[in-house]
């Protein structure tokens, strides 16, 4: 098995029904991926996350430069192995967190330098460099490095950023990457519609397996980025996956999925866990909540993952109090699983023609 | 199924193999009891405790009575289906954490009173009122509330916590206990041969169908601590399961067995595991040391455990590096498959009349 294939089976207005085949597994799109940042999905075995139906994990190739190091995770036999995940792998770059969390102290057309935020050293990160990671990593699929559009950004700022993204872009596809593995472009360009157009427009001229809208829900408001997301989708090739990164809200996998994205990951289901907040198809619940005290029932009634089918709101709520980590281990499961069943709904809503009813429905219970 | 049945199999010197049968399964002794203070085996689903081979867990009466309290529970089905847990359960009475979390106020004839360790409120434990939380809880043993007999004591502050154990214990003998539960005396008397023997004595006498022995391993010199456990193991009855709550050590495992003791509970292996701490039978490992940050072999060569059978200590070192929970999760899972083969091997090293050996090879690796 080499390189990713893409086949769209069935699309209705711009939302497809994909097949992507990777050198880990083949999987249905629009597809989530849970988030295993630093090579594990906080606080579950694999086990358990493979148990919800997932297929295709983030993780993150900034973090895991910086710990355990590229050629730890090269040498354990590449991550898959190293972190017993058998399906496929997505690394992210490590653009958004350089910004996000490094301290940055400088970036050129050559190289982003910023502080660790692990131990505040000095580190250059190129788009080579950040490809030799991602290669040394092994993931299916890899992120060029781009450059963030953070929130609010200057239309001149945003150019210069969507430029160098380009510049970065370029030069990350011409390196060699292991046979393996698909190298995916990320269109940057804020919120104005001309620096999104022109960022796909060229990146789509340089023909990459797969394409991602970045820099998106960082903190404009919500029309703003559903209007983008929708615009940019328009001048992405529809033979090939598109990749809505770091998103989302329920309501916005929903819409992701209207404007012809394919591909979600998004910590949410994890980190609400860990604060107890748990997604149902009646709402959400914090489980942290006195009114859970005396709760037999699960989670979500008819729920079939592994929480729901062990466990009682009451048993949860006291692990939460206790300060057990397994409270953080049996939602997390649960999370994972709404957001793998909402994708199935999700497909069948594309297939039926439904998928603005679901919107309405899940728009009641999780307002955007 | 009513109460405890048990029978002794097999006997070599002081040395038993045993069988207990209990309402939640029945399992061989000498036996060792992972420890699920708040109704969780720390980090793990309830099938990682099993797979280990554990059949029975303790759990913690004063902690539980705390919270999330006893008619919570009770509602929930009992402590068995509260924490999905399909094992036999024994619950410890409080006498230790009493003492050892709590802050003592007084403690008379008739009650403990001291102030709850999580918010302060003052609290009244009776020895009647210990028996109705365990009652409440339903595990399959239940123990008197005893006067823990702490380190150092004199001989007179240990006669007169004897005595008042003895008159516990005579009170609580006498309530009514669900039908599948078994309740277990506790000898205390410090370090004093003549207080233990007349404690033995005395609770056998009320003829329990089963006996702790309290208050050792609270600081007192090894030696000491043997030495009076075989002293007092003399005076307890044959037909009937013995224990040694809070014990222990590996070495303490095998000195017990061939002291005649039965049962066994202790948090080491868990404790250890969240500080990166593992047992092997090649002696412990800190997985937190650097020296393991490329070292890809599982934790122990050859082990069967689930984490041996997924992960390195590379990967295991990355997470206690990273902070991530998955770190305790897989250690705890070696660390109770380490005691449960350890105990396997016990009960074979008792019938091959090897246990001396066994004794020397184990204390070469974990000094006492």
Redesign the interface.
């Known amino acids: 098995m080499s390189q990713l294939q893409y086949k769209v089976l069935f699309q209705s207005g711009n939302s497809r029904i994909g097949e992507l085949e990777t050198a880990h597994g083949r999987f249905e799109t629009p597809v989530f991926m849970p988030v295993g940042t ?3 999905v ?5 086990d358990h996350v493979r148990d919800t139906g997932s297929k295709i994990l983030l993780c993150n190739a900034y ?1 895991l430069f910086l ?2 190091g590229p050629d ?1 995770v090269k ?3 590449g991550l898959h192995k ?3 995940w058998p399906g496929a792998i997505l690394t992210d770059s490590g653009g958004f967190q350089i910004m996000s969390l490094g301290h940055m102290v400088s970036i050129s057309d050559e190289e982003a330098v910023f502080r660790s935020h692990i131990d505040g050293s000095l580190i250059k990160f190129s788009p080579e460099e950040s490809i030799q990671v991602q290669v040394a990593l092994g993931a299916d699929i890899i992120m060029c490095l781009d450059h963030l559009t953070g929130w609010p950004m200057s239309f001149d700022a945003a150019k210069e950023a969507m430029h160098r993204t380009l510049l970065w872009a370029r030069r990350s596809r011409q390196l060699e990457i292991s046979p393996h593995q698909s190298l995916f472009g990320i269109v940057q360009g804020s919120i104005y519609p001309q620096l999104r157009k022109q960022c796909a427009l060229e990146l789509a001229a340089m023909d990459f397996p797969g394409y991602a809208l970045g820099g998106l829900s960082v903190g404009e408001r919500k029309k703003e980025f559903y209007d983008i997301m929708h615009y940019t989708c328009e001048f992405l090739p529809a033979d090939k996956p598109r990749y809505l990164m770091g998103v989302g809200h329920p309501v916005d996998l929903i819409e992701g999925v209207m404007a012809g994205v394919d591909m979600f990951d998004c910590v949410l289901p994890t980190r609400n866990a860990r604060h107890g907040r748990a997604f149902t198809f009646d709402g959400p619940l914090n489980l942290k909540n006195a009114r859970f ?2 709760e ?1 029932a699960p989670i979500e009634e008819g729920c079939d993952c ?1 929480a729901c089918q ?3 709101r ?2 949860i ?3 939460f ?2 300060k ?3 409270a ?2 049996l939602v997390s499961i649960h999370n994972i699983w709404f957001f793998q069943r909402l994708m199935d709904r999700i497909r069948q809503c594309v297939i039926d023609g439904t998928l603005e009813r679901l919107r309405e429905q899940i728009e009641a219970l999780y307002p955007i």
């Open positions: 630093q090579a594990t906080k606080s579950l075995m694999p973090h710990r355990p730890i040498a354990a036999g190293f972190m017993n005290a005396a037999f592994k062990g466990f009682s009451a048993y709520r006291h692990l109090s206790a057990e980590s397994l953080w281990t």
